[in-house]
């Protein structure tokens, strides 16, 4: 089930829907009991991956308990006028375009790309044992800097284990500084080549139900797979 969390806090609150009904208002259907104050929207997946962030949505336009209705223009629900006769009809709920689906996907598959990404890769080294390396952005450049020492010829070259700054720096030969960036451009290379054909199956779709069975994991159809997702796949 999806789930939001609001600027400042750190507690997440399960949805069942979330979406625009008219130009200036969002309409949010919570499981339990909904946010008392309002910020930036930051939405995940039912995976538990962030996927989108929603700014501006500040204002409670209308509150039906588990169902609240948010304004980016910092309007707000006026009660129909009995004198005017009729009951005033809610307007009816947006349905997104096949196109406003696929961005949205595609946007969720880079997230999750990124994450991926950033979460690392394990290595044996020479000591037998399997390491694991982070990737977050300062590690893929500390990475090139990594090999202009190799091809500079040093022996000894020095990295936080497991890319933690809280552990001391050690140093790795050259092999196994070389086996670490192997493997770094590697592990980034496949998951940027496998997020891109993701997203040519996202975009081949025709329905919004073929577009839910695609997820960050699942086997992508041959006839998507890029000729360098074929080649990584049969290694």
């Known amino acids: 089930m999806e789930k939001i969390k ?10 069942r829907s979330i979406q625009t009904i008219e130009p200036h208002v969002m309409q949010i259907v919570f499981v339990g009991t909904p946010p008392t104050k309002w910020g930036d929207i930051t ?3 039912d995976g538990g991956i962030e996927c989108a962030t929603l700014t501006g949505w500040t204002t409670v336009y209308r509150d039906e308990g588990q169902t609240v209705y948010l304004s980016d223009d910092s309007s707000v629900y006026q009660t129909p006028d009995p004198d005017t006769g009729g009951e005033i009809l809610p307007p009816e709920p947006y349905t997104p375009t096949l196109e406003e689906l696929q961005a949205a996907k595609k946007q969720e598959v880079n997230a999750a790309c990124n994450k991926t ?3 690392g890769f394990d290595v044996k080294l020479s000591d037998g044992q399997i390491h694991h390396f982070t990737m977050k952005e300062e590690d893929q450049i500390a990475f090139l800097t990594c090999l202009a020492l190799i091809s500079k010829g040093e022996t000894a070259i020095p990295w936080h284990p497991n890319g ?17 960036t192997d493997a770094a451009y590697e592990h980034r290379t496949f998951h940027t080549t496998y997020c891109n054909s993701l997203k040519i199956w996202v975009e081949a779709t025709e329905t919004a139900e073929e577009l839910q069975k695609i997820y960050y994991g699942a086997d992508v159809p041959e006839t998507y797979q890029s000729d360098v997702l074929k080649a990584y796949l049969k290694a």
């Open 6 to 15: 609001i600027k400042g806090s750190n507690k997440s609150y399960e949805i």
């Open 43 to 45: 939405l995940y997946t």
């Open 117 to 119: 990404i950033v979460e």
């Open 164 to 180: 933690s700054s809280t552990q001391p720096c050690v140093f790795y030969s050259t092999d196994d500084m070389q086996k670490i």
